[in-house]
């Protein structure tokens, strides 16, 4: 029987510290840097990449300012971002209310303190005495309170708009008012919702031009209201939806204040507030730029008003480099043009993972196969559970990732509080942890729906197992090609060929892994349990971009009917720290992820559904004030991801891996398993004196 994987971990004598989701599995990872000498330069040369985004980097969020959606390229206001490209950035020069450290547990940030009243509705956040902007200008509950109602300004995608949101008539077609990208981090506090889709309040018939929940008693203390308890809460806050925006700068820019961050042209500092404030944009072959937009490297420098523990590094230098193998191979470059860090392709990996400067880290990302529950076949839990049976994830991801990533049955990955390594595969009862899967109970599962469909043909399902059309006949093969096949009633056609409705599996056609991975599982659940399955880059069907496909997606979430897409593969990576983000956040009857259906009322009946949706919403109301109840709640979860997997609300099959190569001069520097560095984590982190 196999488990997940540990994480690979190297303990280099360079290295100070390793990130505790490491040494929870190893000891003896830290290593004493007393006493090294230091390179006098303290410049880390430290890269960003996405090759989603071509040159330039800065294009197309709503022009040069940059204050559009995230869609092509970097992007600095809080409000928008939504990728780590830009969050790498967004996590070096603005602190937020909460972080998290490297064990993953909420700390203070800017809030020193926070209160929580007897009924766990009401947070009162009190923070640090003479907090400040790199401009020299107090940091207030003000600028927390506006950075919010920033984040779920309807007009977020009209640059022209005022903060407050119109009313609804004036609202103009390019509008976020209910779609914007933080609104799942705040939508519970109270009259969010309301102000972020701009949407009259019941009592006064009047469109609210402010969040109810959301005071400032003082200058030094935020108090935020929410409609009903949450343990959460503290993990979503810890996030850039806590990050302030500074008043007078957004007074004087509006939604264009991100163009006034540190340039040729605005020397001084405005609106940033992390350890870093950006020194300079340009592109070091063309002198001549200096603006975000063209830019290709952007330098930072230390904040004189930072409040946290002074750095030791006097500039960090990120070129910008938009292809992922050209990032990895610049830095096997050497002289002046070679990077300090790099992300290493999963075909470099069977070569770099026994080099001396190469690290892992299991990615709070789960890789999954989603059905909709109102579309058939997959609208009968048995059938569900042959297709996880049906597959050997262990050979499908190893295959594909040549050991690079981390096969998994996992909702909840490795890494999150509540994760459970005693996680059984579906069917309950099955006592297996086995990452290879069952082919013979896939095939006993699919055998019984086949039989229950010779007495009752009526059952959507039916055409999808034992075929279509009026001749019927027990076979041993279906097709006369696969001797392993279940002995069920199937059609078949003149020609021996199995006349069973089509599954198609379907994945973004721009995204080569998932191709791969859906071909192979295919290929499984055809050969294993004689199946009509295909995939939408096979031959006869039509490919579908990752756009469309997410767009079907939410349009069908929660819907309650079936969709264009049956059966699809993709991902979902850490929003917040918590179970809860994989569990309720996923399958919640309301929550815009529910693209599978989840828990809604169908023809077939989902009871187990509807006890696992109330056990989500018990779970998310539990109090966590001592260790007793913590340990209550993350207990709550793991029963509620083991049913969630006994319904095969997912079939998960991988847990990427961020692979990364470091200079061993770097010191103190580990990849968080969130992909960037807290604005906390930087204090640290120094350069050893090297050649």
């Not at 490209?85 to 303190?113: E, K």
């Not at 947070?123 to 984040?151: C, E, I, K, Q, V």
């Not at 989500?616 to 049913?643: G, H, L, N």
Request: aromatic share 10%.
């Amino acid at each position: 029987m196999m488990i997940i994987q540990k994480p690979r971990v190297r303990c280099l004598p360079t290295i100070a510290g390793a990130l505790a989701l490491f040494c929870l599995l190893l000891t003896g990872c830290a290593s004493n840097v007393a006493g090294v000498q230091r390179d006098p330069n303290q410049v880390f040369v430290f890269p960003n990449t996405n090759d989603a985004h071509p040159l330039p980097l800065w294009g197309k969020d709503g022009g040069a300012a940059g204050n559009g959606p995230a869609e092509t390229g970097l992007n600095l206001d809080p409000a928008f971002l939504s990728d780590l490209y830009s969050q790498i950035v967004d996590s070096m020069i603005q602190l937020q209310l909460v972080s998290f450290d490297q064990n993953l547990n909420a700390v203070p940030d800017a809030a020193q303190t926070w209160d929580i009243s007897a009924d766990r509705k009401t947070w009162t956040f009190h923070l640090r005495p003479n907090l400040l902007w790199a401009d020299g200008t107090p940091l207030t509950s003000y600028d927390f309170a506006l950075g919010m109602r920033h984040d779920l300004d309807p007009n977020l995608c009209n640059t022209a708009g005022p903060l407050n949101p119109p009313a609804p008539a004036t609202l103009k077609t390019n509008s976020c008012a209910g779609s914007q990208p933080q609104l799942g981090y705040l939508s519970d506090i109270k009259g969010a919702a309301q102000y972020a889709n701009a949407t009259a309040d019941p009592t006064t018939g009047k469109v609210p031009t402010t969040i109810s929940g959301i005071t400032t008693p003082d200058a030094q203390t935020l108090q935020i209201q929410l409609v009903q308890p949450e343990s959460f809460f503290l993990g979503q806050l810890a996030t850039v939806a806590s990050m302030p925006i500074e008043t007078s700068a957004f007074k004087q820019y509006g939604f264009n204040y991100v163009a006034h961050f540190s340039q040729a042209a605005d020397p001084t500092p405005v609106s940033e507030s992390g350890p870093w404030i950006i020194k300079k944009w340009f592109d070091p072959t063309n002198p001549g730029v200096t603006d975000p937009q063209h830019s290709t490297q952007i330098d930072f420098a230390p904040n004189p008003h930072w409040w946290g523990k002074p750095l030791t590094l006097k500039e960090v230098d990120m070129p910008l480099i938009p292809d992922k193998e050209d990032f990895y191979n610049r830095y096997l470059q050497e002289g002046a043009n070679k990077i300090d860090f790099a992300l290493v392709p999963a075909g470099d990996y069977p070569f770099a993972q026994n080099l001396p400067d190469f690290h892992s880290v299991p990615q709070l990302t789960i890789e999954f196969f989603a059905m909709n529950f109102f579309n058939p076949p997959f609208d009968n839990l048995q059938v569900r559970q042959a297709f996880d049976l049906a597959l050997n994830k262990q050979s499908l991801v190893d295959t594909t990732f040549q050991g690079a990533d981390t096969p998994t049955n996992h909702i909840i990955p490795y890494g999150i509080p509540g994760y459970n390594p005693n996680l059984l595969t579906p069917p309950e009862g099955s006592g297996t942890v086995s990452l290879t899967g069952d082919q013979a109970e896939a095939k006993k599962l699919i055998e019984q729906v086949a039989q229950g469909c010779e007495s009752d043909f009526s059952h959507d399902w039916c055409p999808y197992i034992i075929g279509t059309g009026t001749s019927r006949t027990p076979i041993t093969q279906v097709g006369a090609t696969n001797a392993q096949c279940p002995n069920f009633a199937v059609g078949v056609n003149a020609n021996g060929t199995t006349n069973q409705t089509p599954i198609v599996v379907y994945m973004a056609k721009e995204n080569a892994d998932r191709i791969k991975i859906a071909h192979g599982a295919a290929q499984a659940w055809d050969n294993v349990l004689c199946l009509n399955v295909s995939t939408s880059e096979d031959p006869g069907n039509k490919p579908i971009s990752g756009g469309n496909l997410f767009g079907d997606l939410a349009k069908y979430a929660h819907q309650g009917k079936p969709s264009p897409e049956s059966i699809w593969t993709i991902g979902y990576g850490v929003d917040y720290v918590d179970p809860q983000d994989f569990t309720t956040n996923q399958f919640g009857l309301t929550t815009a992820n529910n693209s599978d259906n989840f828990g809604i009322p169908n023809p077939n009946g989902n009871d187990n559904q509807s006890a696992i949706e109330t056990a989500m919403t018990t779970a998310d109301q539990m109090p966590v004030a001592t260790p007793a109840e913590q340990q209550a709640r993350i207990k709550a979860y793991q029963q509620i991801e083991q049913q969630l997997v006994d319904e095969v609300a997912w079939i998960p099959y991988d847990q990427p891996q961020a692979l990364y190569r470091v200079r061993p001069y770097v010191e103190n520097f580990t990849l968080p398993a969130s992909g960037f560095l807290s604005d906390q984590d930087w204090a640290d982190i120094f350069i050893a004196a090297h050649n």
